[in-house]
C-alpha cells in the first residue's frame, strides 16, 4: 500500500487541485497536509483576519474531504521539518506541493527538497491560471508591462482543469491538530466573510458577471466579484475560474478575465524580482514624507476626503475593500500626501482576508509610481474620482455616518456646506491645494 502527502499551501480546495490531482494519481493513499509554519507568522501574515479566514478554509476542506473518504491533518512548525517527519512515519513515496513565487516559497522549496530529496514533486499552475515565466519577451525573464503581457497570456495555451475527486483513501495513524485550534480570539474586522471552498463556489454561482462590465467600477453597486480572498488561499482555481467566464462569455466575462490576468501578471513579475516585495521595482530617488499625524488619519479613514474614509472604513470592517476605492486610497496616501507606499502596503496587509504579496505590493507600487505603470505620474483626484465612482453619494453614506444626512454630492464636498458637520473632520490637506497640484501637470485621472 503506496502513500503520498499532497502537502496544501494556498492550494485549499478539492475542485482543480493538480497538487490533490497528482498524489492521489502517485500513490493508493494521501494524507493532505496542511503546517502552520511560524515563519508565516514572524513575517506578519498571519493576521487575526487571515487567521480566522484560514480557520474557515481548513474545516471547510477536512469536512469536504471526510464526505469522500479522507481527512486533513494539521501540523505546526516548519513546513520542510514536518513534511519529512510525516514522510518517515507514513513512508511516503512522495510529497506533492504547489510552486509559489515569494521568496518565502522559494526557500520553503528548497528546504523540502533538502530533506525529501526526488521525494519531491513541484506542480506549477496551482496558483495562477498561466503558470509565471511561461510568457516572456525575447531576451527577458518577465513582462514588465501589462498590455503585452495580457496579449501574450491570450495566445498562450493552459491547462485544462482538473474534476474534484470522488474518493479518496487517507491512512489512520497520523494525528494533528484540530482547525478550530488555530482560530484567533479576536479578528480586527468584525464584518469579515466566511471562507472556504463551499462558500467560494456558492459565490461564484450567485454572482452574475454578465454584468461586471457595466457596474465594476460602481463604488455603491457593490458589483464585484468578492473571490479575492477565496483566490487568495486558493479555495477557488484561477484556472476554473478562467474557464468557467470564458464559456460564459459577454463583455462582463470578459471583463473579469482581464481581472484575473493581471493577477497572474503581478505573479510573474514578483516571480521574477522577488524583491519588489519591499523595494521600488523601478526606483526614482524619490523622497517620501513622513508625518505619523496623516497616516494615522488616513489608517482610521479620517482625511477629510469622504470618498477616501469610506474606503478605509470598509477596510477596518469587512477587511477588504472596493478594488476602486484601493487605488483610491493608495493614490490618497503616495500622490496627495506623498508617504511612502510600504506604509499603506503594510496597513493593507494587516487587515485584508486577500492579503497577497504579489497583487498588493504591486498594485501600491502601480499607484506610486515606483512600478509597472507606463505613467508614473499618474494621480487620482480624489474629487473627480468621487464623482465619477460614486455619483450620489451612496458608498460615502454607507460607511461614514457622519455624513449619512447630506444628499447628492453634496456629501463629498461637506467643507463647502453653510454649516459643515461637527463631528467630521476636516480636510487633511486643502482641496484647492489638491486641484493646483494636478493641474501643475503630475498626470490628472
Known amino acids: 500500500m503506496t502513500i503520498a502527502i499532497a502537502l496544501l499551501t494556498q492550494d485549499l480546495r478539492l475542485h482543480d487541485n493538480p497538487v490533490l490531482h497528482a498524489a492521489a494519481r502517485s500513490a493508493d493513499e494521501v494524507v493532505p497536509l496542511f503546517v502552520l509554519d511560524p515563519g508565516v507568522e514572524a513575517a506578519g501574515f498571519a493576521a487575526p483576519n487571515r487567521r480566522a479566514f484560514l480557520a474557515d478554509c481548513l474545516a471547510d476542506l477536512d469536512a469536504s474531504l471526510r464526505r469522500i473518504g479522507g481527512r486533513l491533518l494539521i501540523r505546526r512548525g516548519s513546513a520542510a521539518a514536518e513534511t519529512a517527519r510525516l514522510a518517515e512515519e507514513t513512508g511516503a513515496v512522495a510529497v506533492h506541493v504547489a510552486a509559489g513565487v515569494s521568496s518565502f516559497a522559494r526557500r520553503r522549496e528548497s528546504a523540502l527538497r533538502k530533506h525529501l530529496g526526488d521525494r519531491l514533486h513541484v506542480h506549477d499552475g496551482s496558483l495562477t491560471a498561466l503558470v509565471p515565466g511561461a510568457a516572456a519577451p525575447a531576451g527577458k525573464d518577465h513582462y514588465a508591462v501589462f498590455t503585452p503581457y495580457f496579449r501574450a497570456w491570450q495566445r498562450s495555451s493552459r491547462r485544462m482543469p482538473h474534476r474534484a475527486p470522488r474518493s479518496l483513501r487517507t491512512p489512520a495513524g497520523p494525528a494533528g491538530t484540530d482547525p478550530d485550534a488555530i482560530r484567533p480570539e479576536r479578528t480586527d474586522s468584525p464584518g469579515l466573510p466566511p471562507g472556504g471552498e463551499t462558500e467560494a463556489r456558492r459565490r461564484w454561482k450567485a454572482w452574475d458577471v454578465t454584468a461586471y462590465e457595466e457596474v465594476h467600477d460602481d463604488l455603491a453597486a457593490d458589483g464585484t466579484s468578492r473571490l479575492s480572498p477565496y483566490l487568495h488561499f486558493g479555495c477557488l482555481s484561477a484556472t476554473e475560474l478562467v474557464d468557467l467566464a470564458e464559456r460564459r462569455g459577454g463583455p462582463g466575462a470578459e471583463a473579469f478575465v482581464r481581472q484575473l490576468v493581471w493577477r497572474d501578471f503581478h505573479h510573474q513579475v514578483l516571480a521574477a524580482r522577488p524583491d519588489a516585495a519591499w523595494q521600488d521595482y523601478r526606483g526614482k530617488g524619490d523622497r517620501w514624507r513622513e508625518d505619523s499625524r496623516e497616516a494615522e488619519a488616513w489608517r482610521q479613514g479620517r482625511t477629510g476626503f469622504p470618498v477616501v474614509d469610506a474606503g478605509m472604513r470598509q477596510l477596518a470592517h469587512e477587511g477588504w475593500m472596493h478594488n476602486r476605492a484601493r487605488l483610491l486610497t493608495a493614490s ?22 486577500d492579503g497577497d504579496l504579489a497583487n498588493n505590493q504591486l498594485n501600491w507600487q502601480w499607484v506610486a509610481g515606483t512600478g509597472t505603470d507606463t505613467r508614473p505620474n499618474r494621480v487620482l483626484n480624489p474629487l473627480t474620482q468621487a464623482d465619477r465612482l460614486d455619483p450620489d453619494g451612496a458608498y460615502v453614506r454607507r460607511w461614514v455616518p457622519e455624513l449619512a444626512h447630506l444628499r447628492g454630492r453634496s456629501v463629498h464636498r461637506p467643507w463647502l456646506l453653510e454649516r459643515p458637520p461637527a463631528d467630521y473632520p476636516a480636510p487633511l490637506v486643502d482641496p484647492g491645494e489638491v486641484a493646483a497640484r494636478l493641474r501643475r501637470g503630475r498626470g490628472l485621472d
Open 332 to 353: 490618497f496616501l503616495t500622490k496627495t500626501l506623498y508617504q511612502d507606499w510600504r506604509t499603506g502596503a503594510r496597513h493593507f496587509l494587516h487587515l485584508l482576508v
